[in-house]
């Protein structure tokens, strides 16, 4: 096969190209951190309880000091044995594994300001190991756990990681294989890290290495090397894939990260509603079914339960039964989860009853508006406080709609407090406690937010002018679709248009009544009477090492794709035309004549 460079790609019998003649991505550099926010910008955001001089650090050690048996984490393991698939993690017990695992990484040589990638389902290990990079001041680089071959290079050269942390499978793919076979071109990956067989691939055993040596014991366990690092401080790198053959990330530290949850809270004590008037339980619990490798996954899991002294739910392999089994179990209040998962626990609440009644608020939405007929589904079945949420990596949680009772959707979206929003060529820029501190795109550096930008972030984003304090966001600027993951357009087209009976593919985005944003691949066969398949097609691009959540849910087989006078493709035609088709309808797809080019 060949790559967008023409040059011809070997691929091995368990889908690992050889990127050996690609050219890296640019490695990011220094990171900027909190310090670069004017004096006053941030006494304004910590009087308003938005920042804090503390972590989430210094949460575990203060609930495991108070309450030292409270679960911090209960969860589900698909893989083990039937008896031992729950999981719960008390705050004493996370509070030890956190100082356990932060030596082990100093012994490793991990030491402030050092990456430190994590390739993990949705594990309890996960989260006490993020806790230990912020124990000792290292950034956490999250990395989904189906991310193959080519784009985990990518995300390992682009943030320079010192550590990588894998399971030995997941999913029935050999995280750990995969990534012996790639650590020759990664010279400063100073130690590969295996949950599970480590031995096969000559990598650290994290059983042995980091759960069962007591390191906190040891030289590397001093209190002097376990300060923990200040909110102010780089604490994530967050990877956004999909914008052409280079990746993008933005960073965000302990504050940025927690300011989501105190603007809610801010926001909450404003509000004039029956609801509201009720307390929140003093230790809520949180649910999400997302990866904990994404930014909202992490938040509502991980960040948000431990600033509260609650307590996460984690679900290592998507079942919405299991999911619903968990939330019954254990008394879980609040979930947040995409459209798309919320269709799929609707539906399993229809089917199998459970006991919900603990649950009071859902939270929907994300970078994609949420159906209105879906959240009159969810407020009538789960008969909850239901909101739509939109938000994006370099924003965090930026905006919550509003209403009266349950129904709290449908009147427009309001920013958070502290939250600020312009349009300029109709791209959303945001700034505030909980934006990013910086980005990284297209194989740049890094671009500080207060540096020239007075703290301004492109968000990708495509938006109108709303009324003072609200954003309407219409959909994606430039060449970005999906709605949980950012898809690789540049990389979907290169790899239909190498499929021996494709002659020309566009990929566009098309908005699902039930999942939102999704990409549809549309495609002039090589030969009309012997059209490829969508099956045929995804298969294709997952052999070329597309991740699977990146792939086409959509195929519109055309004679012509639209292009104007100067032959270029016309994306915003097809766009509609998408939009407008209907089942029965002629699948060819306008041409310019039809609808005239812009001048």
Known sequence: MTNATGIADKTNARGIADHTHTPAPRALGPLPDGSGVPAPVADRWRAAGLWRAGGFVHDVLRTAAAAPDRPAFTGHRAHLP????SVTVSYARLALYMDRFAAALRSLGIGAGDPVALQLPNWWEAAALALACWRIGAVVVPVLPGVRAPDLERVLTAAQARVCVVPDRWEEYGNAEVLAQLAHRLPWLRRRVVIGDAAATGAVDFGTYFLRTAHERGPHGRESSLSPAGPDRPALLLNVMGMGEDHGAVLHTGNTLYAGLAAQRAEAATEDTEEAAVPPPANPVFASPLPLTSLAGLLYTVCWPLASGGTGVLQDGWDPRVFLGLVES?????VYATPALWAELLAAQRQERRDLSGLRYALTGGRVETPE???D???GEFDVRVRSAWGSPEAGLGALSYGSGKRSYGSGKRLLPGVEATVSGGRLRVRGP???LAAWRHGEGVEGAWGTAEGWLDTGDAAVPGRPGEVTVVGRAGERTGGLFVVPVDELEVGLRAHP????????EYTDATYGEMPCAVVVPALQEEPPGLVELRDHLARRGLTEA???TRLELVGSLPRDA????????LRTWLTRLRPGTPRRAPTAPEDPPHE
């Open 377 to 379: 589904e969810l407020s």
């Open 566 to 573: 100067r032959g270029e493709l016309r994306k915003e035609v």
């Open 501 to 508: 009976r494709v002659r020309e593919a566009a990929v566009v």
């Open 330 to 334: 254990a008394r879980v209040d609040r």
């Open 82 to 85: 039937a008896g031992r698939r």
């Open 434 to 436: 909980s934006v990013a």
């Open 373 to 375: 007929a879906l959240l």
């Open 550 to 552: 990146f792939l086409p």
